[in-house]
């Protein structure tokens, strides 16, 4: 058997692929990578759900990998962040920066987020072609998450680029080089701020990392976790809610009468947003889990030590929990999705996302009436990597 989401019509519609996988069985084992290898993929909602939640699946990527050859060169503060620990230290390194993007708090940040989406559609033409992720589905929540790291605009061309590198699936070489450079990036910017403190949330943890406040005579932040934590805002504040902005324009351009409803309707794009968030998850597959014991999950016996792929994008499409679940309907219940994961590691910053992208999409939708795609479904270019969901570009003609 053959890695079923390496074929290359899978990024472009990977639903098929994961529907006949979820009829076979909610949790599999499926061939991944090379050498045999094999992980267990989790598709049905109630299985991930549950998934996400047991504490058996570990995040520990350290731990998993420590006896294990690698030819990757991977900067430790990419490869060992917040998202690859478990409790404790991952609770004591969340605690560092859940303030930050709690509701009220992103919520304080809607006027700046509104001004910035204007600024960036002042720059499309009146009539004419414009493509919406590099236009506004990229520069807007790059730009805020810069912003509240308090990384100077003149670096944020930079940064992009070294993201956008991070996620280059097939190309390691290529990967490892962006992780030791975004690494050294903000080393480097740690020890500026620490010459010339502001306000921001990277001056905040290096307060943290920098004060007398102990625990059991531990630092609370040591410096390594100090720099990782902050590549790891700068990427995750970023990359998901650029494909969660397209993913949305997306579906609301193939559904018109959706689209019509919002339209004539905006105080309903709201709540229509976990709907959308449903329909094409921007995610695909959760980061690395691995099992530290023999347990069941969907029926299925998955032993220990080996990696299991949770994957959302197929969960959000499970029958099971979604009737007619290839249909985008803004009056379904769907607060249960897991977009954005579920239990201790779901996503931090998803108010953050949530907010950004309602304002990126109300403003569109009542600037230009009559919007429309300018390419074909068929021709649209979506992003070659299994872990995000996400498209390359998305031309408009407005």
């Given amino acids: 058997m053959t890695d079923p989401l390496k074929d290359p019509r899978f990024f472009a519609d990977p639903y098929p692929t994961y529907a ?10 499926v061939p991944t990578g090379s050498g045999g290898r094999h992980s267990y ?8 759900r549950e998934a996400f939640a047991d504490p058996r699946l570990s995040k520990d990527t350290t731990r998993f990998f420590a006896d294990r050859p690698s030819q990757r060169d991977l900067h430790p503060a990419v490869s060992r962040n917040m998202l690859a620990t478990d409790p404790p230290e991952h609770a004591r390194l969340r605690a560092l920066v859940t303030k930050a993007f709690t509701t009220g708090a992103v919520a304080r940040l809607r006027p700046y987020i509104a001004a910035l989406v204007d600024d960036l559609l002042d720059t499309w033409p009146d009539h004419g072609t414009v493509d919406l992720v590099e236009s506004l589905a990229v520069p807007l929540p790059v730009t805020v998450i810069c912003e509240m790291l308090g990384i100077p605009e003149s670096d944020r061309p930079l940064v992009r680029t070294w993201s956008s590198d991070l996620f280059a699936a097939g190309d390691p070489a290529r990967i490892d080089a962006a992780s030791h450079a975004v690494a050294d990036y903000m080393t480097d910017l740690v020890a500026a701020k620490r010459s010339e403190p502001g306000e921001s949330l990277l001056d905040a943890l290096i307060a943290a990392r920098d004060g007398q406040d102990r625990q059991d005579g531990q630092d609370r932040l040591t410096e390594d976790e100090l720099v990782s934590l902050a590549v790891l805002l700068l990427v995750a504040g970023h990359e998901t809610t650029t494909n969660f902005i397209g993913n949305a324009a997306l579906a609301l351009l193939q559904h018109p009468e959706s ?21 094409d998850s921007p995610v695909g597959i959760a980061t690395f889990r691995y099992s530290t014991e023999e347990l069941t999950l969907g029926g299925t016996l998955i032993p220990a030590g080996v990696p299991v792929l949770i994957a959302p994008g197929a969960a959000n499409r499970d029958p099971a929990r979604f009737p007619a679940p290839d249909h985008l309907d803004l009056n379904r219940g769907t607060t249960g999705h897991l977009a954005f994961g579920h239990g201790i590691h779901r996503c931090l910053g998803a108010p953050l996302a949530r907010i950004e992208a309602e304002l990126a999409l109300h403003a569109v939708i009542s600037r230009y009436p009559d919007i429309q795609l300018a390419a074909s479904t068929e021709n649209l270019n979506w992003r070659h990597t299994r872990l995000m969901r996400g498209l390359t570009s998305l031309p408009l003609t407005v």
């Fill in 20 to 29: 006949r996988l979820r009829d076979a069985a909610p949790v599999q084992k």
């Fill in 41 to 48: 993929l989790v598709t049905g909602y109630a299985e991930a």
């Fill in 259 to 279: 689209l019509a409803r919002l339209r004539a309707e905006p105080h309903l794009l709201g709540s229509a947003l976990d709907e959308l968030l449903r329909f």
